[in-house]
T-cell receptor
Framework: EPEVTQTPSHQVTQMGQEVILRCVPI?????FYWYRQILGQKVEFLVSFYNNEISEKSEIFDDQFSVERPDGSNFTLKIRSTKLEDSAMYFC????????????FGQGTRLTVV | KQEVTQIPAALSVPEGENLVLNCSFT??????LQWFRQDPGKGLTSLLL?????REQTSGRLNASLDKSSGRSTLYIAASQPGDSATYLC?????????????FGKGTTLSVSS
């Protein structure tokens, strides 16, 4: 069964460093999302991406964050200067169509900022 | 602003019991509602997707209902097993002019003892 793949599974970084989280969505999917889950908290929407541009972003997704799909398969989330409060599980999700289709989530990247 | 609430936050039952997890949402302008399972430290696995025009969906021992007008959904698990132990998340796909995003509840953590 096709799946969404995220790498790395766990990343530890120093505060102030840049990190790039990578996702390979399911190949025929069109809509891509990033979510995060701080330990013990809700899964929160960060950004949605369609047709090579951001279609929506939350108030969490400030200037420190960016997304891109550099080569038609990978979908990346970059955090330019990490803060302690960026420590969380980051999930990538994709939808085949939109809006009434099932969401497929990756296994997540656990980001720890020290 | 769409808010999703799940009750109870935690539930412990002996194996074999039938149980009901509750989800409520504040804005009925949704495309669909999805139930997910999350194992500790893992990603999200979609269990059931109910379109806004539907009343229920079934998959094996799981049955989910949706009452869109009252902003409620229930997930019924029949004959619970220890392998059902996990956190169950409810999420609504909201309608929005700017785009759409899944809005999650905080989840119900289920523990089934043998």
């Amino acid at each position: 069964e096709p799946e969404v793949t995220q790498t790395p599974s766990h990343q530890v970084t120093q505060m102030g460093q840049e990190v790039i989280l990578r996702c390979v969505p399911i190949s025929n999917h069109l809509y891509f999302y990033w979510y995060r889950q701080i330990l013990g908290q809700k899964v929160e929407f960060l950004v949605s991406f369609y047709n090579n541009e951001i279609s929506e972003k939350s108030e969490i997704f400030d200037d420190q964050f960016s997304v891109e799909r550099p080569d038609g398969s990978n979908f990346t989330l970059k955090i330019r200067s990490t803060k302690l409060e960026d420590s969380a599980m980051y999930f990538c999700a994709s939808f085949r169509g939109h809006p009434n289709t099932e969401a497929f989530f990756g296994q997540g990247t656990r980001l720890t900022v020290v | 602003k769409q808010e999703v609430t799940q009750i109870p936050a935690a539930l412990s039952v002996p194996e074999g019991e039938n149980l009901v997890l509750n989800c409520s949402f504040t804005d009925s302008a949704i495309y669909n509602l999805q139930w997910f399972r999350q194992d500790p430290g893992k990603g999200l696995t979609s269990l059931l997707l109910i379109q806004s025009s539907q009343r229920e969906q079934t998959s094996g021992r799981l049955n989910a209902s949706l009452d869109k007008s009252s902003g409620r959904s229930t997930l019924y698990i029949a004959a619970s097993q220890p392998g059902d132990s996990a956190t169950y998340l409810c999420a609504v796909l909201r309608e929005s002019q700017a785009g759409t995003a899944l809005i999650f509840g905080k989840g119900t953590t289920l523990s089934v003892s043998s």
